[in-house]
C-alpha cells in the first residue's frame, strides 16, 4: 500500500531543498508500518515556508492538484505536510480515499495522553489559526495554550541546538503556567529536527510529533477500514453533476 | 470616500453576467451611505459559483490581489462578497484598510436583533463551513440553524419567486422548529434577490441581507475610525521582513 | 432622521452637568452620518453615576418613559447611554424601533476586529456584570479579559491624563498578558474623553469607543432597514392585550 | 429565626389578593424547618403579574426597599418570589444576609437531581429571560429545554385543573422530546398551586416546586453559616464611600 | 428521620481512627437540624484514603454495599463521605431515597454564593478529576480553579495549623490570581478541621465547608420531598429485570 | 510486541463463553499489524454484561489487577474492552504502557472523519455516562446524540439480524434528525458482530468499530513511541512513596 506526503510548499527548488525532501521521506519510510510505501511530493510554486494565513492559501491549489492525482494513481491515502492542515476540508471533497491533517491527527493523540495540551509553534502569527483548529477538530476544550518558539520555520534546522532549548523552555512554561500534561509540536519542520524524545525527556510529559502522528493515523484510518464521511465532505456539486452527466 | 465589493467569482465572461455585475454595482450603489462610492470588480479565473470548500480555495487568490490593488489604489475598505467569506483572515493581514466579511457582518447585526438567528443558505454541502464560520466570528452559542434551500446558486435568480418561497418556507421550520427568532440570508445572490423584506413580512422575523449588511458594517468601521488589529491579523512575516529590507 | 440618546443617570441638576450633556450632544452630532440629528436627554431622578446592579436598576424605569416617549415622537431609533446596556430588553419590547446599546454594540464591533477582545472599564465592582453582558450579546467566547481602571465615573474626566494613562497601562496587560488583540472601553464617560485613538496608537490595537460603536450601529441597522425581532423581545402580554382591546 | 418572603408584584390590593397573600404564607410556613418563622410582604406599586423584562423591572426598586428594611429589622435572609429572580444582583449588593432567588435554588437543585433539566413556564415572553438565568446561575449545560403553557400567570389559579394537565402536557413532552429528566416548574403561581408531586407521579421525574426549593435552599445556606461573597456582589461604591464618611 | 454518612475508607481499624469516626459523627450531629439523626459507618477494606482515581474505584463496592443496606433499613437519606463523590451515579441507580455527595453539594452551594469559584484540595493529583465533577454537576462554566495545598489527607489533622495557614494562602491566590469571589474545600479531612470560617474572614470570601454543604442539600432535598430522577440513574436493568421477575 | 485485550466482564464461566473468548481473540489478531500478538483475558468475578454505572465499577478492581499484570509482564499495552472505558484513568494511573479505551479510540477517530458523529449503544440506561465520556474525551462540541437500539448486550449477538436493521434505523435517525455524518458502535458486542461495514453501506456514513478503533489506536500509539502523561495520570501518591520507600 501506498501513501503520498505531500510538501504544500516548494522545496525542491534548491539543491539543499530537494536533500531535505529526500531525508523526510526517508524518515517517513523508517516510521512506516511494514507494508506501507511512502512517497513524497512538493508545490513547486507553493510559497517557501507557511507563516500566515495568505502563504497557507497560496499552498492549496497546488496541494489539492496533488491529491486529485493521488487519488486517481491509486495510493491509499494521503498527508498534506503543514501543521495548518491547509485545504484539508477541500482535500476531502475531492476523493474517496483518507486525508490526513498534522494538526488534526496530532491534536487527536494528545487528547488521548492527557487532560489538557498545549502546541508549541514557530511564529505568533500563525498561534490564532491553531485555536480555530482545535475548534474544527472539536478539541478546544483540552486546549490549554499555544506557544511559539519565535523561530522561523525556515531557521528551525539551521540551528538545531537552540531550536530545542527553546522548544524546551517554552514546553516548561506550557506545563507550569498554563496547565498542560500533553505537548504538541506545531509545525512539521520542528517534528523533522526529530527532537521529541529529547523534549519529553526534559519537561516530563509526553510529545506529540505531527510527522508520527500524521503517519499513524493515516496508518489507522487505512487499517480500520475508514475514510471521511462524504455527507460531512461531499463532492462539490457542480463536479458532481458533471461526474453524472458524464456517465 | 470608495470602497471596493470584490466577487470572488467569475462574472464577467458573459454579457448577462456583465449586467448582472452592473445591476449588483447599482443595488450597493443606491444602499451607500452619502458620500460612498461603490466599486465592483470580479475574478474572472474564479470559479463560477461557490458552494464547496473546493471552490472557495479556488476564489482566493485572485481575491487577495484585489484587496492588495484596493488598498494601493486608496480604497477605504473592502467587501469579500461571497458569504463564505474566502480569505478574509488573508486579507486582513495583507491591508490596512477594513476587509469586511458578509457572514460575518450578517452574523454580527443577527445578534444584536434577538437571542438565536439561523441562516438559510443554498446547498447542503455549504451548511458545515457555516457552522464554523459562526464559530470563528464568535456567535455561535446564537446559532440556532443553518437550513439550505437546496436551490443552486446559479438557479436562484432564474426562478425568483420559487426561490422566494422555498426561503419563507425554511424560515418558517428555523422559526418554528429550531427556536430562532431572526433570520440571516446566507449568500449573496439571495441577497440581491433583494426579498429579504418580503420574507420577512411573511415570516414574522427580522431578516438580514448580507449585502445590506456587509456594506452597513465596513461604513460603520469606517465612520468609527476603525479597522482590523495587526496584533490579530499580522502582516505576514516574510512581508513584513522584505518591507522593512527595502525601505 | 433623528434619533435619541439617553443618559439614563440625572446630569442636568447641575451647571457643570447641563454643560457636559451639551457637549455630548455635540460629540454626537459630529460624528452622526449626514442626514442623522441626535438629540440627547437624561433621567433627572436617575442615580448620578452607575457603578453597581443596584444603579442600573434604579435608573431603568425612567430610561423606559424616554424610550416610549421617543418612539411615539416619531425617532428612528435610540441608544441607552451607558455601557451597562441597562433596561435594554425591557426597551425593546415596547417599541418597534431600533434600541442600541453600547455595550453589544461595541462588543460586537470587537468581534469583527480581532480574535480576542478586552474591555478596559471603571471599576470592579462592573467587572461581573460585564461578563454576563458579554454572554448575552452571545460573543463571550471571544472576551478575553474585563480590567478595571479604578477610578470612579465622575472622577474620570477631573484628571483626564491619569485616566487615559491608566487605561493605555490596563490596556497593555490586557494584550500582553490576557491575549487580547482588540480593546472596548468599559463606560461611556471614558468614550466621551475621546482618547481612544491616543490609547490605540499607544498600546498598538483598536480601541472601540462605545459613543461611536453606539452611533454607528444605530445608523447601520437604521441603514439596512433592520429592527430588533418581536419574536426576542415580545410586546409585553397584558400591553399586547390592552392595546388590542382598545383598538 | 425569621426570613422574608418578598412578593415583587402587587397582591394587597383587593380582599382576593390578601387572601391569598395569606395562603401563601401559611404554604411556606408549614414548609418551614421548626424554628423558621415566614414572614410575606408584597409590592403595591408593583405590576399585578410579572410576564416580561419591563414588568421585571417595576418590580426592583420596591422589592430593594422591602430587603434593606428587612436586613436592618434582623431577618436572616430573603426570598425574592419571583422565579425571574428580579433584581437579585442588586438585593445581594445592599445587604450581608442571604438573598434567594428561586429560579436559580430551583436550577442548582434540579443539577443534583439528574442529567439535564427542562423548565416548564408561563409564557412564551418569558422564554429567553429563562435561558439567560440558566446561564447566569451557571447551569445552562444541564438546561435541556424551557416550555410554555401559554397560560398567563394570573389565570393559572382560576382553572387549576387544565393549568396542571397543561404542565404534565409540557413535562411530557420536556423528557420525550427535548431528553430531560428534571423537571422546574418556572413560575411561583405555579408552585403556589402545590401539583408538583401529581405531575412528578404522572411524568415519571421529579419536579422542583420553586417555593419549596427557594424556602430550603435558604434554610440550607442559613444552616451552613454561609452568605453570599462580597466581592461578587460588592456593596454600590458611593453607598460604601457614604458609610465610611459617616462613621 | 436518620440519614447516613458513610466513609468510603477505612477508619476504624485503628483506635485513633474509631475515635475520629465518632468525632465526626458528633460533628455532623450538632450540624444536622433538628429530627435529624446522623449515623455514621466506613468501609473497613477500602484505602486508609482517597488520593487517586485508583482509590476512588477500591472505595466503591464497599460502599455501594452501605448505601443498599441503608434503603433496606428505612434510612431517609446518605452522603458519601468522600469530595470525589465516589460511586455516586452508581448509589443513585441502587435505591430510590436520595444520596448526596459533598463536591457536588458544594459546587452547587458555591454557584448561589458568587460567580466564580475555586476548589482548595490536597494534592495535584486529583486536580483533574475535580474539574470533571464540576463538569458532571454542570457547573463548570463557574468554576475558577482547583488548587491544591500539597498535603496529604491523612497529614492535614497532624499540623493543623499549617495546614489552615496552606488553605489560607491558597484561598488567596484563588482570589487574587484566579478570579474566584467563592471558595469550597476539596476534601472532607479538610472540612472536619472546622476551620472553614477562620478562612473566610482571612481571605474575606465565602468558605464551603463540604461536610456541612452536604448534610444541609440532603436536608433540603428530604424537605423538599426530592429524590433523585431514576430516568437519569435508572435501575441497572438486569437487576429490575430480576426484580420483576422475584415478584 | 504483545498487547492485551481486556474482558471487564465474566464471560468464561461457560462453555459458550469460551468460545466467544476464543473468537473475539481471532478476530482481534486478524485486525493486527505484522508483528502484533494480541492475548485475552476476563475478569472472572466481573458482571455477566455492563449496562450500568453500578456494573461499570464492580468490574473495574479486576481489570485493574489484569492491567497491573500485563505491565509486569511486558506487555506493550492493553486494552480496556468495554465501550464506557471503566476504570481507565485508573488503569493509567497505575502503569508506564499505553491502556486505550475502546469510546475514546472511537469518538476521536469519528472526530477526524466528519464534522458531528453519533453513538449507536445498547440501552437507555447508559446514554447518560456516553455523554459524560465524550466529555471526558474531550470532544463533546462534535457529539450528535446517543441513541439506544434497546437491547441488552447479552442478546445482541442471539438475533443478528434484528440487532443490525436496529442498528441501521437508528443510525439512519442519528444522520437525518440529529444531523450526524458518522457513527460509532457504542458496544464491544455490537463491535464483535462485525456488521459495520454493512451499516455503514446502507446509512451511506463511516461506522467505527470500537474493536477496530482501539486496537488501531494503541498500535498508533506504540507506533508513534507514546504512552499517557504521568502529569494527567500520576501514579497514586501512596504507591509512589512505597516505590521510593522500597528502593
Given at each position: 500500500m501506498k501513501v503520498l506526503y505531500?510538501?504544500?510548499?516548494?522545496?525542491s527548488r534548491t539543491d539543499?531543498?530537494?536533500?531535505?525532501?529526500?531525508?523526510?521521506?526517508?524518515?517517513?519510510?523508517?516510521?512506516a508500518a511494514p507494508g506501507t510505501e511512502v512517497d513524497i511530493v512538493d508545490v513547486p510554486d507553493g510559497p517557501s515556508s507557511i507563516e500566515s494565513a495568505y502563504e497557507e492559501y497560496l499552498s492549496v491549489p497546488g496541494t489539492l492538484v496533488h491529491v486529485q492525482a493521488a487519488a486517481r494513481a491509486g495510493y491509499a491515502g494521503a498527508i498534506i505536510g503543514c501543521f495548518g492542515d491547509p485545504g484539508l476540508d477541500a482535500a476531502r471533497e475531492l476523493v474517496e480515499m483518507p486525508v490526513v491533517g498534522p494538526a488534526e491527527a496530532s491534536m487527536l493523540m494528545a487528547c488521548t495522553l492527557g487532560h489538557r495540551f498545549s502546541v508549541i509553534t514557530v511564529l505568533e502569527s500563525v498561534v490564532p489559526s491553531m485555536r480555530h483548529l482545535a475548534h474544527r477538530v472539536g478539541v478546544s476544550e483540552k486546549l490549554a495554550s499555544v506557544r511559539a518558539v519565535d523561530i522561523p520555520v525556515l531557521e528551525?534546522?539551521?540551528?538545531?541546538?537552540?531550536?530545542?532549548?527553546?522548544?524546551?523552555?517554552?514546553?516548561?512554561?506550557a506545563v507550569g503556567e498554563d496547565g498542560a500534561d500533553t505537548l504538541a509540536l506545531g509545525c512539521m519542520s520542528m517534528g523533522f529536527l526529530e527532537a521529541h524524545q529529547t523534549i519529553a525527556a526534559d519537561v516530563g510529559v509526553p510529545v506529540v510529533n505531527p510527522?508520527?502522528?500524521?503517519?499513524?493515523?493515516?496508518?489507522?484510518?487505512?487499517?480500520?477500514?475508514?475514510?471521511?464521511?462524504?455527507?460531512?465532505?461531499?463532492?462539490?456539486?457542480?463536479m458532481a453533476a458533471f461526474q453524472v452527466a458524464s456517465r
Open positions: 505531500i510538501l504544500p510548499g516548494s522545496l539543499l531543498g530537494t536533500r531535505e525532501i529526500d531525508r523526510r521521506r526517508a524518515v517517513l519510510q523508517r516510521l528551525l534546522a539551521k540551528n538545531r541546538e537552540r531550536s530545542i532549548s527553546r522548544m524546551i523552555e517554552l514546553g516548561r512554561r510527522v508520527y502522528a500524521a503517519l499513524k493515523m493515516l496508518e489507522a484510518l487505512i487499517g480500520a477500514g475508514l475514510a471521511h464521511s462524504k455527507r460531512a465532505y461531499p463532492i462539490p456539486p457542480k
